[in-house]
């Protein structure tokens, strides 16, 4: 039960920033959403390095020299990923009028779903292996601490439903529609947790450089497409006061619930 409400809790977080659509009238303001981007630029950078990083490390010797080896290969591994589905999927980020990846004729409504699918996706990565470490006893990893990332995750995932349903709504989407692009948009987040979970319960020595894959493939989404996005002019000093306060929060919430 712990594990379902565990790969679960980031698509809630999810829905509930895509509810936002039905209570704010205007589009959000450029200062709101440099600061939430940063914020979740925050969480993320910290929930690879303390809660997949570390153990993966943690799980491969400690001490031993050769315990930072999973942890490179993996993360390596995970940039790589993304960079081969970013290359692969046409999709087209939010204020943007050019699509990336190869020509298509979906709709700029699907191609928009599709670039957060991919955002979404190392996240639900991170929660599920996380998950499998805790459930098999891996070093450095309780089911406190998994809950942590699982929370964590899911607070970012508030504002990054209300940044992706409002422009929705801008474009002349209806609210309900708005709101189920954004809630969609969540949904492979449990989807690829549980895929995880289950592939690591198979492939159990594996297991760090899955930790590490997920955080790579985490820092790739914020490094192509968070922090560009926030640290554009203006307003970009909101955007570093928000991944200081994500970074923070998350390190905290994994240390105090690991």
Do not use: C
Request: hydrophobic content about 55%.
């Amino acid at each position: 039960m712990t594990l379902i409400l565990g790969l679960l809790i980031p698509l809630l977080g999810t829905m509930l920033g895509s509810a936002f659509v039905f209570f704010m009238k205007d589009d959000m303001s450029p200062r709101v959403q440099k600061t939430l981007l940063g914020f979740a630029s925050g969480v993320m950078v910290a929930a690879s390095v303390w809660s997949l990083l570390i153990p993966a490390m943690d799980m491969s010797g400690g001490e031993n020299a050769f315990s930072v080896v999973p942890a490179a290969v993996g993360f390596l591994l995970g940039m790589g990923f993304l960079l081969l589905l970013d290359e692969l999927t046409p999709h087209l980020h939010l204020g943007s009028d050019h699509p990336e990846g190869p020509r298509s004729h979906l709709s700029r409504t699907v191609m928009l779903a599709l670039a957060v699918t991919i955002h979404n996706l190392p996240e639900g990565m991170a929660v599920g292996v996380v998950f499998a470490g805790a459930t098999q006893g891996a070093a450095g990893l309780s089911l406190a601490s998994a809950v942590a990332v699982s929370l964590g995750i899911a607070i970012q995932n508030i504002p990054e439903g209300a940044i992706i349903s409002m422009p929705m709504r801008a474009e002349g989407n209806s609210r309900w529609r708005s709101f189920l692009i954004g809630s969609l948009s969540g949904a492979v987040e449990p989807l690829g947790g549980l895929a995880v979970v289950l592939l690591a319960s198979l492939l159990t020595p594996i297991l760090p450089y899955m930790l590490a894959f997920a955080a790579g493939a985490m820092f790739y989404v914020v490094v192509e497409e968070l922090i560009p996005e926030a640290s554009s002019e203006p307003h970009s000093n909101l955007s570093t006061i928000g991944f200081a306060g994500g970074f923070v929060l998350m390190m905290v919430m994994d240390v105090v619930m690991g």
